[in-house]
């Protein structure tokens, strides 16, 4: 994958390298593109591992998710990574990082992601229906 991505002159700021773990995770930083964690479980990665991969690989480019698709998932998996991550010693604002800036960051680049909250008394899309209203 990082060889297309060389091969294709890709800048590495737009990717992102998802499904990462312990034997990928330094390929993926040293190309440049950003590192993504899907938290799991019982497969891919879970909260201990995500903590011991961001002590040694700093919090800077990397993403943690979760999935609720086929198998046994836990959605809530990234409010863990949250927890443990504090009880490791990390800070408030390095959770805040890797759970809300570097998504925004990644995802905010395609000029899709709009985080502007309509008020409650605004109609939708022409709707005559009020958000949040009767």
């Given at each position: 994958?990082?060889?297309?991505?060389?091969?294709?002159?890709?800048?590495p700021?737009?990717?992102?390298?998802?499904?990462?773990?312990?034997?990928?995770?330094?390929?993926?930083?040293?190309?440049?593109?950003?590192?993504?964690?899907?938290?799991?479980?019982?497969t891919?990665?879970?909260?201990?591992?995500m903590?011991?991969?961001?002590?040694?690989?700093?919090?800077e480019?990397?993403?943690?998710?979760?999935?609720?698709?086929?198998?046994?998932?836990?959605?809530?998996?990234?409010?863990?990574?949250?927890d443990?991550?504090?009880?490791?010693?990390?800070?408030?604002?390095?959770?805040?990082?890797?759970?809300?800036?570097?998504?925004?960051?990644?995802?905010?680049?395609?000029?899709r992601?709009?985080l502007?909250?309509?008020?409650?008394?605004?109609?939708?899309?022409?709707?005559?229906?009020?958000?949040?209203?009767?």
């Amino acid at each position: 994958t990082i060889d297309v991505i060389r091969e294709s002159n890709l800048s590495p700021e737009l990717v992102l390298l998802d499904h990462l773990n312990e034997t990928t995770v330094k390929a993926a930083v040293d190309s440049g593109c950003w590192a993504g964690f899907s938290i799991y479980p019982d497969t891919k990665m879970d909260e201990d591992r995500m903590v011991t991969i961001l002590r040694n690989h700093g919090t800077e480019k990397m993403i943690v998710n979760s999935a609720a698709d086929w198998g046994k998932s836990d959605p809530l998996k990234t409010r863990k990574v949250a927890d443990a991550m504090l009880k490791a010693g990390f800070t408030e604002d390095d959770v805040d990082q890797v759970l809300w800036r570097n998504p925004v960051a990644f995802y905010g680049r395609s000029g899709r992601l709009h985080l502007d909250v309509p008020a409650p008394d605004q109609l939708h899309e022409g709707n005559s229906i009020l958000r949040g209203g009767e």
